[in-house]
């Protein structure tokens, strides 16, 4: 029994003479994440036209992260000839795609491992807007019943944070042409 009293007191001992230094910060480098390519397509549904917005970006640092990961992130637009008309798209995590590696809502990424994220503009302004209605469809052919309008230039802007220690990535500014459509108006029978 003393035996086993002295291997006890020489534990206490142990853990209360330990060293008392602790480990260095972890300090991670800022632009650590970045987003290296926006890709944004004009598609449709029975709904109507849509743009598919899709952000790759890359772990540029020489460790892997992992942790839980909050999205937040927002895909700001601009209409280039109105730059007043403008329109915003939130990013969370239910906008990852593969090749992501997201088990959960655990986050892993190697180093030059690339992540991918994908939204949709729906093509509504922040002032509740549908751009097909601000088009000009003045010169449009009708063919089938829809009627073009002329192509218009858009412009946007990504920022997107993954996790708290790496910070908020910003994308540079990225250009696509909508090219908007609707149904002719029909003239009323004789």
Known sequence: MLLKNHWLIFILLLLFVACDESLPLRIVPQNALEITRIIANQ?????????????TGVNGYSETFQDMVTVKGNVHIWWA??????ANVPIGNQHFKPPTRISGKVLTLDPGEEFRLETFWYLDT?????????????????????VTAAPEK??????????A??????????????????????????
């Open 81 to 86: 000839r109105k730059p007043e008309v403008q």
């Open 126 to 146: 922040v002032d509740g807007k549908n751009i097909i209605d601000m088009l000009d469809f003045s010169n449009g052919a009708v063919v089938d019943g829809l």
């Open 43 to 55: 598609e449709s549904s029975d709904a109507g036209i849509f743009i598919a917005i899709d952000i």
């Open 154 to 163: 858009f412009n946007l802007e990504v920022q997107l944070a993954l996790f």
């Open 165 to 190: 220690e790496t910070g908020l990535m910003h994308s540079k500014r990225h250009e696509f042409i909508l090219k908007g459509w609707k149904l002719a108006e029909s003239s009323p029978p004789e």
